[in-house]
């Protein structure tokens, strides 16, 4: 069997999510090459070797450029904050290696442009990780969709993302707050995930019929936070991101797109909600209780008609079958598992699997669209 070998940048929170997923993807789901967790790469020597050995890598870097050139790597794998995936992806392309990159795909449409003509032109399998897409309940979501479980006309996607993190004024103005770093804030964090979602579940969007955007807190404490006496440093600078925003739109089908992504939504921690109306009949979906799918049918008889909340664990359900027992639920880490098995199919077959970087382009001009429809105050067509 082939052996895969992967170099991977940024060792914090997707680091550690990648890290466990590379390690588990082949215990779960039967893989036809072997994986083999080479290179981890950051910027301080010290943390890194601290992150290599807590979270099982052979070796590690301290310059990306190092992984990106070594010919004994095949999987680029990339977990840094957005300004850095063009230039990783444009080079891990150039050398041949097949890449994996964090979403957003990048900072902007310009960006993307150049990331898709570069992994198009060195045909290296790509995929952006947009994981929401293997979780049981949404695989489902869309098998039923396409079968016409919810009737042949979509008419509403009405998505929520809601956190709360950056609720207090005092949290500091770290680098998903600076458009020069993340691109944009709400937007291209959250509201990625759902355009993903939409596009997956439902199709493409047509146009932004109307957006409203707004960074609620103006000014934030550096990031040279104080942590001996837990004060924040007097120093402030500004946000330059979006706190939250909101949009409606279409579809090219004519269903009615309307979400809303916000860090701003006190006791949401990762309220990720889905509700899609069809002909027939409607799905929901909550991220909280992420095992669990509802669906309400028409077709049923008019004296027990209602919601019912279908616990997507049968060995029917993809993905579900490759963990547990039904009714052993899986959690947030089994969706980026179930994510690189299919990454890792896609490399032995040399074929790229959706979500493709050619997908982070599209979600890209959805997320400039809302941009330009939240500054303009109007309707823009994709
Ligand atoms: N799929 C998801 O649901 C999901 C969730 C969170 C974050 N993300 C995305 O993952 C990416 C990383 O986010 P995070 O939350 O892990 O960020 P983080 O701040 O927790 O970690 C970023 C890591 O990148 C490293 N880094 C930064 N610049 C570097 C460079 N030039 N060379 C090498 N290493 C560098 C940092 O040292 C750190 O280890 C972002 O693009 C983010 O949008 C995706």
């Given at each position: 069997m082939k052996t895969l070998r992967v170099g991977m940048i940024g060792y914090n929170f997707m680091g550690k999510a990648h890290s466990n997923a590379w390690r588990q993807a082949g215990r779960f789901f039967d893989l036809p090459a072997r994986i083999e967790m080479k290179t981890i790469c950051g910027r301080n020597l010290e943390a890194v070797e601290r992150a290599k050995e807590k979270l099982g890598w052979q070796i590690c870097a301290t310059d990306w450029r190092s992984i990106v050139d070594?010919?004994?790597?095949d999987i680029i794998d990339i977990c840094t904050p957005n300004d850095t995936h063009a230039e990783i992806a444009v080079a891990a392309a150039q050398m041949g290696k097949a890449i994996l990159c964090e979403k957003p795909l990048a900072r902007n449409v310009a960006e993307a442009e150049r990331m898709t003509d570069a992994v198009k032109k060195a045909r290296v399998v790509n995929m952006v990780c947009h994981n929401y897409r293997r979780i049981p309940a949404i695989a489902l979501a869309k098998k039923m969709i396409k079968r016409g479980d919810i009737g042949e006309r979509i008419f509403h996607y009405r998505a929520r993302y809601a956190?709360?993190?950056?609720?207090?004024?005092?949290?500091p103005l770290g680098w998903r707050l600076q458009n020069k770093i993340a691109g944009s804030g709400a937007n291209g964090d959250i509201d990625a995930h759902i355009i993903d979602l939409a596009r997956y579940l439902v199709g493409e969007i047509s146009e932004v019929c109307g957006a409203a955007m707004e960074t609620f807190i103006k000014e934030r404490p550096l990031p040279d936070f104080d942590k001996t006496r837990g004060n924040p440093s007097k120093k402030k600078g500004k946000?330059?991101?979006?706190d939250a925003v909101s949009w409606i739109g279409r579809f090219k089908n004519g269903a009615l797109a309307n979400l809303e992504a916000t860090r701003f939504a006190a006791g949401r921690k990762n309220h990720i909600a889905l509700e899609i109306n069809g002909s027939k009949g409607s799905l929901g979906f909550d991220f909280e209780d992420m095992n669990r799918l509802d669906f309400f049918s028409t077709e049923d008889p008019q004296d027990t008609r209602g919601f019912r909340s279908i616990?997507?664990?049968?060995?029917?359900h993809d993905y579900a079958r490759?963990?547990?027992?039904?009714?052993h639920i899986i959690g947030y880490e089994h969706t980026f598992v179930a994510t690189f098995a299919d990454f890792v199919k896609a490399i032995v077959a040399g074929k790229s699997v959706q979500p493709t970087f050619e997908d982070g382009l599209q979600n890209e001009r959805v997320l400039a669209a809302v941009a330009e429809s939240a500054k303009t105050r109007a309707w823009v067509k994709m």
């Open positions: 070594d010919r004994d790597i956190q709360d993190w950056i609720l207090d004024p005092n949290f946000v330059t991101v979006d616990l997507v664990t049968e060995p029917q490759a963990f547990w027992p039904p009714g």
